[in-house]
């Protein structure tokens, strides 16, 4: 039985680490907006980075060529809980 829709892709949501800085310049510039400063949270989607937030500032960033609303409100609530810990 064939499926009538596509899988949603499997999205990671993880610490931002050293050797994301190239994705995140690459994903700000595509959002015209700078890279969040501070602890930074990334969304992984596809092996590449989506979207990233910052839970101090609440800044974020997020591809504009992908359909990235519901990874940001993950991003979003993550942060979210990483305050109130």
Same mark, same amino acid.
């Given at each position: ?20 800085? =190239?994705?995140? $310049? %690459?994903? *700000? ?8 400063? /501070?602890?930074? &949270?990334? +969304? ?18 997020? =591809?504009?060529? $992908? %359909?990235? *609303? ?8 993550? /942060?979210?809980? &990483?305050? +109130?810990?």
């Amino acid at each position: 039985m064939a499926l009538s829709h596509a899988l949603a892709p499997t999205v990671v949501i993880r610490a931002a680490r050293g050797s994301d800085g =190239d994705s995140l $310049r %690459r994903l *700000a510039a595509l959002d015209s907006a700078r890279v969040p400063s /501070g602890d930074v &949270l990334v +969304a992984e989607a596809e092996g590449a980075v989506v979207a990233a937030h910052s839970p101090s500032t609440g800044a974020t960033i997020a =591809d504009p060529f $992908r %359909r990235t *609303a519901e990874v940001v409100q993950l991003l979003e609530l993550r /942060g979210a809980m &990483l305050r +109130a810990a």
